[in-house]
């Protein structure tokens, strides 16, 4: 058994905010992509089903895919179907002590996220540098309850539409 396995939540939002449109990301960001596959490769992620629907390749390899859904006949093949936050939770802590990950990852969507907030150790946000428009939107980061803890800066490439920066932060110990 591993000691205490860290809920990070993993997103990219634009500096007003903004995280999805219709379903899916506002924006192309390939390098983003890269750093998202790094930090969530080998470890559980748990998404809602709007994230599992937008996903251009079912699974995700390499990680356990937990989808939660009110919905208890939806089909997510390759993926597993939880009802409750608490159920996917658990599910995710047994099978990181089992595969000695020491993160479960939560990848979106908006409901999810705030959901799971309150609860998370580490927020791994790629801040995108544009205003854009979109119909779901990220938790305020409250400075008081999160720290940032490290910071990189990327700048835009031919396949990414904009500059970001990827900021850690880790919950500030009370």
Same mark, same amino acid.
């Given at each position: 058994?591993?000691?205490?396995?860290?809920?990070?939540?993993?997103?990219?939002?634009?500096?007003?905010?903004?995280?999805?449109?219709?379903?899916?990301? =506002?924006? *192309?960001?390939?390098?983003?992509?890269?750093?998202?596959?790094?930090?969530?490769?080998?470890?559980p992620?748990?998404?809602?089903?709007?994230?599992?629907?937008?996903?251009p390749?079912?699974?995700?390899?390499?990680?356990?895919?937990?989808?939660?859904?009110?919905?208890?006949?939806?089909?997510?093949?390759?993926?597993?179907?939880?009802?409750?936050?608490?159920?996917?939770?658990d599910?995710?802590?047994?099978?990181?002590?089992?595969?000695?990950?020491?993160?479960?990852?939560?990848?979106?969507?908006?409901?999810?996220?705030?959901?799971?907030?309150?609860?998370?150790?580490?927020?791994?946000?790629?801040?995108? *540098?544009?205003?854009?428009?979109?119909?779901a939107?990220?938790? =305020?980061?409250? =400075?008081?309850?999160?720290q940032?803890?490290?910071?990189?800066?990327?700048?835009?490439?031919?396949?990414?539409?904009?500059?970001?920066?990827?900021?850690?932060y880790?919950?500030?110990?009370?």
């Amino acid at each position: 058994m591993i000691g205490k396995v860290i809920l990070a939540l993993v997103v990219a939002m634009s500096d007003n905010g903004v995280i999805g449109r219709d379903g899916g990301l =506002p924006w *192309h960001l390939r390098s983003d992509l890269k750093r998202f596959k790094e930090i969530t490769q080998f470890k559980p992620i748990i998404m809602g089903s709007t994230t599992w629907d937008s996903l251009p390749k079912k699974p995700l390899p390499g990680r356990l895919n937990i989808v939660l859904s009110r919905d208890p006949r939806m089909e997510a093949e390759g993926g597993i179907i939880c009802t409750s936050l608490m159920e996917a939770l658990d599910i995710a802590r047994e099978h990181a002590a089992d595969d000695g990950a020491d993160e479960i990852c939560v990848i979106g969507g908006a409901n999810v996220y705030e959901q799971t907030l309150p609860k998370a150790d580490r927020l791994y946000v790629s801040h995108v *540098h544009a205003d854009v428009e979109g119909d779901a939107h990220f938790p =305020p980061i409250d =400075p008081a309850v999160w720290q940032v803890t490290s910071e990189e800066s990327f700048s835009k490439t031919e396949n990414d539409d904009h500059d970001f920066t990827l900021r850690v932060y880790d919950r500030v110990k009370k």
